[in-house]
Antibody, heavy 119, light 111 residues
């Protein structure tokens, strides 16, 4: 059983950066492919990017390229998502999500981290 | 990459069946059997209900079923129950640079 525990809510000013963490337990990070999905208030789910085991690389949605960086610390089984040059439209709940077996679906999700961008 | 197209809302009475559609293109829904469906209650994280078009994860009620025809996938919920009231999202692998795409979501109301 995988558990994903995310860091707490953040309030940031426009132009700043935010780094959200996702701690894995039950499996090691190297056994998983971690992805990140966000959800603006009252809106739908939006895929941001994640690790592609077929290529061995992290891929990002075009919309976020240049502004997002996803990293992993395998020594602590913690994944990170950093988003820079924040604007008000980035206000959202950010989820880490993963799958145990190889596939294109997410059977485990973190609890979500609310990031509020406000001056 | 445009989101997959879902109806904004559907409704049904307890005991009835409803179907939620999810329309994409040959680059995503129509081209791969990698459609998944998620249920999300207010303030909660999404929960996987169907993967790879029609497979149910362990613990998900067999009242939930999935199918696909051409570029359109469907989620059917039979024997509607009050606790089924939630938002439902489809997702698919896509051959575009985006790799994954979600539908806009459908709000299910149990009358």
């Amino acid at each position: 059983q995988v558990q994903l525990v995310q860091s707490g809510a953040e309030v940031k000013k426009p132009g700043a950066s935010v780094k959200v963490s996702c701690k894995v337990s039950g499996y090691t990070l190297t056994e998983l492919s971690m992805h990140w999905v966000r959800q603006a208030p009252g809106k739908g789910l939006e895929w941001m990017g994640g690790f592609d085991p077929e290529d061995g690389e992290t891929i990002y949605a075009q919309k976020f390229q240049g502004r997002v960086t996803m990293t992993e610390d395998t020594s602590t089984d913690t994944a990170y998502m950093e988003l820079s040059s924040l604007r008000s439209e980035d206000t959202a709940v950010y989820y880490c999500a993963t799958m145990v077996s190889s596939g294109y679906y997410y059977d485990y999700w973190g609890q979500g981290t609310l990031v509020t961008v406000s001056s | 990459q445009s989101a997959l197209t879902q109806p904004a809302s559907v409704s049904g009475s307890p005991g009835q069946s409803i179907t939620i559609s999810c329309t994409g293109t040959s680059s995503d829904v129509g081209g791969y059997n990698y459609v998944s469906w998620y249920q999300q209650h207010p303030g909660k994280a999404p929960k996987l209900m169907i993967y790879e078009v029609s497979n149910r994860p362990s613990g998900v009620s067999n009242r939930f079923s999935g199918s696909k025809s051409g570029n359109t996938a469907s989620l059917t919920i039979s024997g509607l129950q009050a606790e089924d009231e939630a938002d439902y999202y489809c997702s698919s692998y896509t051959s575009s640079s985006t790799s994954r795409v979600f539908g806009g979501g459908t709000k299910l109301t149990v009358l």
